[in-house]
């Protein structure tokens, strides 16, 4: 089950003397970069972790204070085209706009358009970033660029939305496989998409993404807390956030989230049942392990969904389908693979 492709640069792997040469000299693939005057070369120290979800690249970043820009030139000579949505973990950051400067919290998402000038000034500087492709997110938003280093700001529900989802794919991108790459790279464009039209103040946004954000959201909420027999419909909505109905549209199809849920919680068990480690295991054990708390009433919703009962399942061991395995050309272990990627991978037509 390979997962997503991933690179580290960390300073702290390099000789003393080439560190903050190294780190510039890798950053120089999009901006100019300089260190805070109060912050020695010497004592410069900085870590990015990139993983690639097909074209779009999550990025978590920590370094010491600095000022970064994008200037006419610079952008006219580099090529890179892409969108960054990031995500403040710490703060303050200021950014120039329309020769105005403006400051961004803790929890504030921004948009830099990378076809468009910026500079930024942070302090201790800890966030996570989205970099997409201009034309995925041109696709699916005419006229973003009217979004160029807006913010949005932490309490906003969409804000909630997309920072959950990159939160959820920093802390778990290894339990991803191939196989789930592409759906997850579709979920991020649509919560991206949300979160650039509201930057944007659009009244109404487009039905599509927003409820692809919604459902991405509450299905990341369903699978977190599956094993929990106190999981309700109530709580996803709160999670969510958002309205019990509008949650019930969501799920329409499904017959409702409740509905879902027993649906996933019977499909774990069906795998557990059938692979692994719990072959042998009790039936109840596995029922209570995926929130059934009423083994009857388990017994009865297994036969209905898979027309056979528990232990007529485990005796013809269902099989379940293998992972198909795709090989990528980028090294996961490539030190530089963040400029490989932000070149010839993200800003490829």
């Not at 509201?198 to 299905?219: E, N």
């Not at 013809?316 to 010839?344: F, L």
Request: hydrophobic letters at 40%; aromatic letters at 8%; proline letters at 6%.
């Amino acid at each position: 089950m390979p997962a997503p492709p991933r690179s580290v640069l960390d300073t702290n792997d390099l000789p003393a003397p080439h560190r903050y040469a190294a780190w510039r000299e890798s950053f120089s693939v999009g901006f100019g970069y300089e260190l805070h005057p109060d912050v020695a070369p010497g004592r410069f120290r900085a870590r990015i972790e990139n993983t690639l979800f097909d074209q779009i690249m999550l990025t978590h970043f920590r370094a010491s204070a600095a000022s970064y820009e994008r200037s006419a030139a610079r952008i006219a000579r580099d090529g890179v085209d892409l969108v960054m949505l990031q995500l403040y973990l710490a703060g303050p950051v200021r950014y120039r706009r329309n020769g105005q400067t403006h400051g961004c919290r803790v929890g504030d998402l921004v948009l830099m358009d990378l076809a468009q000038t910026l500079d930024s000034w942070h302090d201790e500087q800890h966030n996570l970033t989205l970099c997409i492709p201009r034309r995925m997110l041109a696709d699916a938003l005419p006229a973003f660029e009217d979004a160029h280093l807006g913010v949005l700001a932490a309490e906003h529900p969409v804000n909630h939305l997309l920072r959950s989802h990159m939160l959820t794919l920093q802390r778990s991108a290894a339990l991803f496989s191939s196989e789930t790459i592409p759906a997850v790279a579709q979920s991020t464009l649509a919560l991206a998409t949300a979160a650039a039209s509201a930057i944007m103040g659009v009244g109404q946004l487009d039905p599509a993404p927003l409820q692809r954000a919604l459902r991405t959201r509450a299905d990341e909420v369903v699978h977190a807390l599956l094993g929990d027999p106190d999981l309700t419909p109530e709580r996803v909505a709160l999670a969510v956030p958002c309205s019990r109905s509008r949650l019930y549209a969501l799920y329409a199809d499904e017959g409702g989230v409740a509905a879902y849920i027993q649906q996933c919680r019977l499909r774990a068990v069906l795998h557990d049942l059938v692979t692994g480690r719990h072959r042998r295991q009790h039936i109840g054990l596995i029922a209570e392990r995926w929130g059934f708390a009423n083994i009857p009433s388990f017994n009865r919703a297994f036969k209905a969904a898979f027309g056979c009962t528990p232990s007529e399942a485990r005796g013809r061991g269902v099989a379940m389908g293998p992972y198909k395995r795709r090989q990528s050309g980028i090294r996961p272990d490539n030190p530089h693979a963040y400029e490989v990627w932000v070149r010839e991978v993200l800003s490829s037509e």
